[in-house]
């Protein structure tokens, strides 16, 4: 990492399910604001939604997608010109390796390296439980968590990523997780096995772990482990930033704080995304609800 006075980091994701990962960023560099050597950070989230309701998970083919998300990427670097770019989003990461920017950009961290590593950390520790693998239909289609492990499954969330973000309260939101659970169910067909591991494929669905063990109890499944891998993740990005935490400093960095979107958030979405991220983060909760709306820049 450059030593420079000022340091732009952009988190970005195909909704507001990355704004967890953003809390918990947040959280790790005001715990060492002390320690910093820039001058400044600029923590940025932009939603690379091209529109409201027209998700990547929705767009026709998976060229639309590389299409519209490199075009999101190119945006990014020439609006922020960050100096990295956090792509806190499973279906967005499933697709960054095929865009034309991966090619030619560095410092562009993705959050599936971060999940395969603890998916893998797990199967060491635990070779007799099955791994579930719940995530989008654009991260099944990628094969991004494929594994040479008969104990590892895969599962799709379907569209429950969606009715998260509009209303994580939704009957919808309950039947969708009961038809996941109906399908671990079909791949366990003639096994006694009751104790599982989740993994979330997606950072919208920690947002509903709570409904995932309630739901799981119904189907007489026991939930031993919720892999998650937005602290792994986090914590690569801490990592990354370690160059420039070191002895105190005098003088207390300034932090800066974004949420932009050209996309539309609908009013439901703040409502429903902010009452579950006010426990993580006050200050991400009202800069969602004052977002910054961006014309049509890509």
Same mark, same amino acid.
Request: charged fraction near 20%; include cysteine.
């Given at each position: 990492?450059?030593? $420079?006075?000022?340091? &732009?980091?952009?988190? &970005?994701?195909? /909704?507001?399910? /990355?704004?967890? #990962? ?27 939604l091209p529109e409201s309701g027209q998700g990547y998970n929705r767009m026709h083919n998976m060229q639309d997608k590389i299409r519209i998300f490199n075009s999101a990427l190119e945006m990014i670097q020439s609006y922020y010109t960050p100096d990295s770019i956090a792509i806190a989003c499973n279906t967005l990461s499933a697709i960054y390796p095929l865009t034309q920017f991966a090619q030619s950009n560095s410092n562009i961290f993705e959050i599936i390296s971060a999940g395969r590593y603890q998916i893998e950390q797990h199967r060491k520790q635990s070779p ?17 968590? +494929? ?18 973000? =509009? ?38 669905? /920690?947002?509903?772990? %709570? ?9 007489? =499944?026991? #939930?031993?482990?919720?892999?998650? *891998?937005?602290? %792994?993740? &986090?914590? %690569? ?14 003088? *207390? ?24 991220? $006010?426990?993580?983060? +006050?200050? #991400? ?14």
């Amino acid at each position: 990492m450059v030593d $420079k006075s000022k340091l &732009t980091f952009v988190f &970005t994701d195909s /909704g507001l399910g /990355g704004l967890s #990962i953003m809390a918990d960023f947040l959280y790790e560099i005001e715990k060492r604001e002390k320690n910093i050597s820039c001058e400044e950070i600029e923590i940025i989230f932009f939603n690379a939604l091209p529109e409201s309701g027209q998700g990547y998970n929705r767009m026709h083919n998976m060229q639309d997608k590389i299409r519209i998300f490199n075009s999101a990427l190119e945006m990014i670097q020439s609006y922020y010109t960050p100096d990295s770019i956090a792509i806190a989003c499973n279906t967005l990461s499933a697709i960054y390796p095929l865009t034309q920017f991966a090619q030619s950009n560095s410092n562009i961290f993705e959050i599936i390296s971060a999940g395969r590593y603890q998916i893998e950390q797990h199967r060491k520790q635990s070779p007799k439980q099955p791994v579930f693998v719940l995530a989008t239909p654009t991260t099944l289609a990628s094969s991004a968590y +494929e594994m040479e492990d008969p104990y590892v499954f895969q599962i799709s969330g379907e569209n429950l990523a969606s009715l998260i973000e =509009f209303d994580h309260t939704s009957p919808q939101v309950k039947e969708i997780t009961k038809h996941i659970f109906s399908n671990i169910e079909k791949c366990l067909s003639g096994s006694s096995v009751k104790d599982i591991t989740l993994f979330l494929g997606c950072t919208h669905y /920690g947002y509903v772990e %709570e409904t995932l063990k309630e739901v799981a109890k119904d189907f007489d =499944f026991t #939930i031993n482990t919720i892999l998650n *891998p937005n602290l %792994e993740f &986090t914590s %690569e990005l801490m990592d990354y930033m370690a160059p420039i935490f070191y002895k105190e400093n005098n003088s *207390p960095t300034k932090i800066t704080l974004k949420i932009e979107s050209q996309a539309l958030i609908e009013p439901s979405e703040i409502e429903s995304i902010s009452q579950l991220i $006010k426990g993580k983060s +006050e200050v #991400i909760t009202s800069l969602l609800k004052n977002y910054k709306r961006l014309p049509k820049m890509f």
